[in-house]
C-alpha cells in the first residue's frame, strides 16, 4: 500500500487521512516478551473524527494479522471500550475532547495492563510526547507516516518493541538533556551498576536504533541484544528501554551529545 495519513489541523489537535506523502522509516526500542501470534493482533482505534477512523478501519482490515475489535470518540470512551475489550493495542489520539488521550493511557493501563498504547497524532510537541511516554505509551507516531508503516508500527509493539517517529526520537533526546540540567543540583543515590556492553546496548537505544539495527552495530544476535535490556531493566528495576534511558541520562550513567 502506498497510502498514507497526512496531517490535517483543525480545532481540537486531531487529523484525518489525507495526501500520499511518505514517511522515513519509523526505529523502534522495547523488550517485552511478544505475544503469541496465534489470533489476529486486536486493536481499539482512538481518534475524535469518524473519518480518521473509518480510514484506519479500512487500511487495518485488509491486514490478515490484524483486526480493529472497537472505536471510540474520545479518552473517556477508550477507557470503557479498552476495559470492555482487552484489545493487545490501543491505537490513540492526543488531543480530544472530554478527556485527552494522554489522560486516558494513564486509567487503560490500570483497566487492561496487559494492552499497548501507541499515540498516532499530529502533535509534535515534546511535552506531549514525553507526557505519553511517562503515562505509559508504547508508541508515539505522526499521522504523516504512510499507511504500511501504521500496520508496521502496531506488529513491532505487539512484539514488544516501542516506536517513535524519527523527528520525535531527536526531540525526546533534547528533552531528556534539558531534564539532566534541571536535576544536576540534586543529590543521588548511586545507581545499579552496568556492564561496559550495557552501556553500549543502552547508548544506541538512545539513539532510536531497534534491536535489530543494534545488533549489526555491534556484531551480535538480535537475541542477545534483547538479553541485555532485559538485564539493564532488571538492574534498574525499570519497565521500559525509555524509562532507562532516562534514568541512565539522570544518573549520569550515559551521556549523549
Do not use: W
Request: charged letters at 30%; aromatic letters at 2%.
Amino acid at each position: 500500500m502506498a497510502d498514507s495519513f497526512g496531517p490535517v489541523h483543525h480545532p481540537g489537535g486531531s487529523g484525518a487521512p489525507d495526501g500520499m506523502a511518505g514517511a522515513g522509516r519509523v526505529p523502534g526500542t522495547g523488550t517485552d516478551d511478544p505475544p503469541p501470534r496465534g489470533e489476529p493482533i486486536r486493536v481499539l482505534v482512538v481518534d475524535d473524527h469518524a473519518l480518521f477512523r473509518r480510514g484506519l478501519d479500512i487500511v487495518l482490515e485488509q491486514e490478515e494479522d490484524i483486526t480493529v475489535v472497537g472505536e471510540a470518540g474520545d479518552g473517556a470512551e477508550a477507557v470503557e471500550k479498552a476495559a470492555d475489550l482487552l484489545p493487545d493495542i490501543v491505537l490513540m489520539d492526543v488531543r480530544m475532547p472530554k478527556r485527552g488521550g494522554i489522560e486516558a493511557c494513564t486509567s487503560i493501563k490500570e483497566v487492561a495492563p496487559s494492552a499497548k498504547i501507541i499515540m498516532l497524532t499530529i502533535s509534535d510537541e515534546e511535552a506531549d510526547l514525553y507526557d505519553a511516554i511517562k503515562a505509559g505509551a508504547t508508541g508515539y507516531l505522526l499521522k504523516e507516516i504512510s499507511t504500511d508503516e501504521v500496520s508496521t508500527a502496531i506488529r513491532a509493539v505487539a512484539d514488544g518493541q516501542s516506536q517513535i517517529s524519527p523527528s520525535m526520537a531527536a526531540k525526546l533526546l533534547t528533552e531528556f538533556k534539558s531534564m539532566i540540567q534541571r536535576t544536576d543540583d540534586r543529590r543521588l543515590v548511586p545507581a545499579p551498576r552496568l556492564t561496559d556492553r550495557e552501556i553500549e546496548v543502552l547508548k544506541l537505544v538512545a539513539t532510536g536504533m531497534n534491536n535489530r539495527d543494534i545488533a549489526k552495530q555491534l556484531f551480535i544476535s538480535e537475541n542477545t541484544v534483547k538479553n541485555h535490556v532485559r538485564n539493564i531493566l532488571e538492574k534498574l528495576q525499570l519497565h521500559s528501554r525509555m524509562e532507562a534511558v532516562v534514568y541512565a541520562m539522570r544518573e549520569k550513567i550515559l551521556e549523549i551529545r
